[in-house]
């Protein structure tokens, strides 16, 4: 059974705990923390996950999946640590070389936090390969990141497959998560290309009980 992160992206202002506290009850596996700086990508959420990722570790034991769509990846390590999450997820474009992939890796995971690594769509999988061996997750992204509610781009499933057939070769043992367009319709592709964990937020929140997709997404 694969799990289940649920983007907060798109909670209404003023429904927060009562969505939240819907979310822990149909049983989400995380919730995924979509940090955007404006730069990175077009749009801005960065003060809005802080308040969201403080207000959840008050009343929620559920784990933190977070997403940074960043520039300055240094500085949002540290803003987000603060909050303990189960993973804190990075992309490989916001960074200059190889030496600054590794620092970041390690950065995080000498704060007892998991580490993940994402790609954008146009980003070729064999780019990262040599990373794998030091993280928990690779998050593949199944649309442009930056904007909730896009269609899943087809073609990144071949890409999911291909991490997952050298992943299993080289006998690493590494999530792989899928982020972008995840709904009833897409998430059976996603999930026989091998994706483990799916990212899904427009197709939960619009839905008038969350248990129900949860469980459907789930199996």
Known sequence: MVEISTSILSVIKGEESKTFFGLEKAKTDY?????????????NTYNKMLEYASYIKRISNLPLDVHLMVKNVDESIEDFLAFSPNIITFHYEACKNKEEVMKYIKKIKENNCKVGLSIKPETDIEEIYEFLPYIHMCLIMTVEPGKGGQTLLVNMVDKISKLKKYVDENNLEIDIEADGGI????????????????????????????KTIIDELKK
């Open 183 to 210: 709904n009833l319709k897409t998430a059976d592709a996603v999930k026989d290309a091998g994706a483990n964990i799916l990212v899904s937020g427009t197709a939960i929140l619009i839905a008038k009980d969350y």
């Open 31 to 43: 919730f995924h923390i979509d940090v955007m700086d404006g730069k990175f990508v077009e749009k």
